[in-house]
């Protein structure tokens, strides 16, 4: 029952912060959608209110509650508003949800018209708390902070934009607020109200344990953000932030038009190949021993730990077989792989087979293979870097016969393209990238996500062909990187003369 309903009950400390954000008087109408064991009921008696409701759907929960009801929050009937809506929503992601939790979502108008089966359970406990509140009404919620940023949540984002603010935010990046759930958390307060929207205070925290009360208490806003606006992304940082961005995105502005050129529009992008248990398939003894069929029928891998900034240490080789059907053809022409398999066989022949029966030599998911079998160099990043401990990321090249693995990405540039590839491995290591991925990138906690969508959306600065200054430029980044000893600063010095140069509007 608990991680089928995201049963995380909230710690007493952050409840009793959370009411004290409040300044609703002692007779407001107040709601918890999704009470639990009832620690914001008890805390908020014991602050002197009364007039509250309650739901909870597990009827084993909060069973002495008087104003509890035990049905879905989702689907009750309310006719009434309220002056605050508080407490911790579950949150639980589509594809995990009950088949009768889905159901109900499938028939409920706010689901529809806001929301995906991309989008989590937390987003119907928003909008339907936005709809339930009084013009003026608080909402106060400790939930993970990821549909900040998430593409599949800006009907969210902009619903609650559409009808009101917030006051303020506390993100709690990697603090384990809840045992068992790794998330990063916020606490939001967010008016309903149509009136002009005021700056957002935001402060932030960060321990390997839960805060305590008069920690929390202590906390001064770390600054001040300007109010979100509908249809743009969401950007909690100061002001000061937010002009380093623009200035960036005006510098790989194009020619004809007000928006900045992407990576999208000059490099093919592709996850790695899945092949559903590395182990078995990495050949780490000698290839000598191996018959010539067998050599070649290794791929050149390189693995996320191996990539650094503009160079990777070292391949692993892979055995890769998905091209044989038979397991008596794996085992007279591949016999050293084939006794190799052995050892992993019930291993994988458990691994998980996406509706279809996976041979035990196959990889399971061979993703992106037409994508990586073409003949030119790619560009490989990690597709999830930690950036608590590093101020920059390891964008690497590699040669055409280099294949990634699901824990990298890979970067092909597009047919039309006339930069060098080396140009764009330079600019997507130059520190503007790295600033500006850390703050309009998905970023979870203080882990930056590289998959397709995030890495087609950086900015990008393009040549301008006519321009002799650009071109020079272009070329001496790109003989530069094609050194052995790539001598960094020198290549970002050049970087920064041609950012520096006014793109040629017109
Ligand atoms: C993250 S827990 C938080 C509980 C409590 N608010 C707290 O802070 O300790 C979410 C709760 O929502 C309940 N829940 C899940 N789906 C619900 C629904 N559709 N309607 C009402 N409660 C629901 C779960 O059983 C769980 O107790």
Do not use: W
């Given at each position: 029952m608990k991680n089928k309903l995201a049963q995380y009950f909230t710690p007493t400390s952050i409840v009793d912060f959370m009411?004290?954000?409040t300044d609703v008087d002692a007779h407001s109408r107040i709601l918890e959608p999704a009470c639990g064991q009832g620690i914001f009921l008890d805390r908020l008696k014991e602050n002197g209110y009364h007039n509250i409701l309650a739901y909870e759907i597990d009827d084993t929960l909060a069973t002495t509650y008087e104003e509890v009801r035990h049905e879905s929050f989702v689907s009750a009937k309310i006719s009434e508003s309220f002056d605050l809506i508080i407490g911790n929503p579950p949150y639980i992601r589509w594809k995990h949800l009950d088949d009768a939790l889905k159901s109900e979502l499938k028939t409920n108008l706010l689901w529809k018209t806001h929301c995906n089966s991309l989008c989590d359970y937390l987003h119907i406990f928003i909008l339907r708390a936005i709809e339930l509140l009084k013009e003026e009404g608080q909402l106060l919620f400790i939930c993970p902070e990821y549909w900040i940023n998430t593409t599949h949540s800006y009907k969210l984002r902009n619903y609650m934009v559409r009808?009101?603010?917030?006051?303020?935010?506390?993100q709690f990046k990697e603090t384990p607020i809840f045992e068992g759930a790794n998330v990063s958390c916020m606490i939001f307060k967010y008016i309903k109200s149509r009136r002009e929207k005021p700056p957002i205070r935001l402060s932030r925290f960060e321990a390997k344990r839960v805060p305590m009360l008069n920690e929390l208490q202590n906390l001064t806003p770390d600054f001040e953000c300007a109010p979100l606006k509908e249809d743009q992304t969401w950007l909690l940082e100061p002001a000061s932030t937010q002009g380093?961005?623009?200035?960036?995105?005006?510098q790989c502005q194009k020619h004809t038009n007000e928006t900045y050129h992407t990576i999208g529009?000059?490099?093919?992008?592709?996850?790695?190949?899945v092949s559903g248990l590395d182990k078995a398939f990495q050949w780490r003894e000698t290839t000598e021993d191996l018959d010539k069929q067998e050599q070649y029928y290794l791929l050149k891998v390189v693995k996320a730990k191996d990539l650094q900034a503009f160079q990777y240490k070292k391949i692993t080789p892979y055995i890769f077989l998905n091209e044989i059907a038979s397991e008596i053809t794996l085992k007279v022409a591949f016999k050293h792989f084939f006794a190799h398999l052995q050892a992993h066989r019930p291993r994988l022949e458990m691994r998980y087979q996406y509706n279809r029966s996976i041979p035990y030599w196959h990889w399971?998911?061979?993703?992106?293979?037409?994508?990586?079998?073409?003949q030119q160099p790619r560009i490989l990043v990690p597709c999830k870097e930690r950036i608590s401990n590093k101020d920059y990321f390891r964008f690497a090249l590699a040669e055409p016969d280099i294949l990634p693995t699901q824990d990298v990405t890979a970067l092909l540039k597009k047919s039309h393209v006339r930069e060098s590839i080396e140009y764009i491995l330079a600019f997507l290591n130059h520190p503007k990238v790295f600033y500006w991925l850390r703050h309009k990138g998905i970023v979870k906690?203080?882990?930056?996500?590289?998959?397709?969508?995030?890495?087609?959306?950086?900015p990008f600065r393009a040549i301008n062909w006519e321009d002799e200054e650009e071109v020079a430029l272009h070329d001496v980044i790109t003989r530069a990187c094609q050194t052995k000893e790539i001598d960094i600063p020198f290549v970002m010095e050049q970087l920064d003369m041609l950012l520096q140069h006014e793109p040629v509007l017109g």
């Open positions: 009411i004290q954000l009808h009101g603010y917030f006051e303020a935010i506390y380093v961005l623009e200035a960036f995105e005006q529009e000059f490099c093919d992008i592709g996850n790695g190949m399971t998911f061979p993703r992106n293979l037409k994508l990586f079998s073409q906690g203080n882990i930056v996500e590289f998959s397709e969508k995030p890495l087609s959306s950086i």
